[in-house]
């Protein structure tokens, strides 16, 4: 059977589609989307997963019947596990990660966890590790962890969802949780030392046809009875996918969306430091790839808001000509500067909209280049998602890193396109196409003084 059209279940942290891909022309033909919000009812704040699944369901026969679908692929953001009893029930709500509750037993988890040498996996606050949430819940909520029998990945929730089976998977296990050793390739050290993994699932790889639709939901949706289901990819990795597979080393992809993240293929050997968010993640293809990531379209929208003014050459000229700076770091937590609070070197009420939107887009440039720095990549940069649209961004990052610098304009989000690539006979393309947008202006100087002005800003915040 030729497989025409494949459904993506995309579940981002702000906002959760269903996507139909076209596997031969490569390119989302419909969509349906919803908010992903977090219900703060109950144990603790989780996501609202019995509106997350009416919601795909709906979507599903919805556009089930627009065009034929052929197969489904899932993808989803990281730092999550669902905690199932012997029913397949959750034992416990999917906690949200930035919920702060897991920082009260940071002492004791850090006594356990095993080193960043093993896992690649840098200690982040809140839940960001998922080591650290089950550590949590195992210990705050021992009645009901008493009755897990499985954990599983959060992309692999949703397809054992769909198909009645347990599984996880390589490279949404190895995203930053402290479960994973990326070089061994088995679970870290720790999840054996602490007894949990008899509780996880089989492994399986992203690309693995996981099973068939459930009946049941081929009656609700109108979909075929056993239809594919594939076993699914962590988002970051989705959007690396579609470059990894048709794109030479070095090069480095940066992808954008609540959290940027930046993964480095074919860069230089360094050593990274875990202090700055940076970490070792696992590919589709089961290699450990260099990465750093901060949270970029958090701070965007809290920045600029959801509804940003028309960008300006003008404003940005003036913003260069005047250094309007702002320095790290927001939202304060994650990052290569996770402990600096931002500063303005202008007052921020006398910046017109345009020109505060110039200075947090070359803010966010900047960050990204740090980061890439970090991680020694090189080669091309494949920027993907919502900051492939802007210019400004665009332009500071390269003049910031002094490479060439792509833009993938394909989809709204690589992570759709990512996941449908897991489908056999899919015609992998990228949409990057190389930006050539200039405008007059001292960029790299900028660039310059933004780096000494972080020095001291950060040394000063130290040494405060």
Known sequence: MTMKTVAVLDIGKTNAKVALVDLERFEEIAVRKTGNGVVNDGVYPHFDIDRLWRFILDSLGALNREHAVDAISVTTHGATAVLLDDAGELALPVLDYEFTGPDALAENYDLVRAPFSE?????????????????????????????????????????????GIRANELTSLGCHTDLWNPKAATFSSMVEALGWRKFFAPVRRASDVLGGLRPQLADQTGMPPNLPVYCGIHDSNASLLPHLLTRSAPFSVVSTGTWVVILSVGGDRVDLDEKRDTLINVNALGDPVPSARFMGGRAFSTLVGEDPPAPSHEAEREVLAARHMLLPSVPVGSGPFPSISARWTAEEETLAPAERLAVVSFHLALMTATCLDLIGAKGEIVVEGPFAANAAY?????????????????????????????????????GAERFVDTAPGDYAGYAEEWRALTAMHVQRAVGA
């Open 119 to 163: 896992t690649g996996s840098a200690r982040l606050p809140m839940g960001l590790n998922v080591g650290a949430q089950l550590f949590w819940q195992e210990r705050m909520f021992p009645e009901q962890f008493a009755k897990v029998a499985t954990i599983l990945t959060y992309t692999q929730y949703w397809t054992y969802r769909l198909t």
């Open 394 to 430: 665009l332009r500071m990052l390269g003049a910031a890193t002094g490479r060439q610098v792509l833009a993938d304009s394909h989809s709204a989000t690589g992570t759709s396109l990512g996941a449908a690539c897991l489908v056999e006979g899919v015609r992998v393309r990228t």
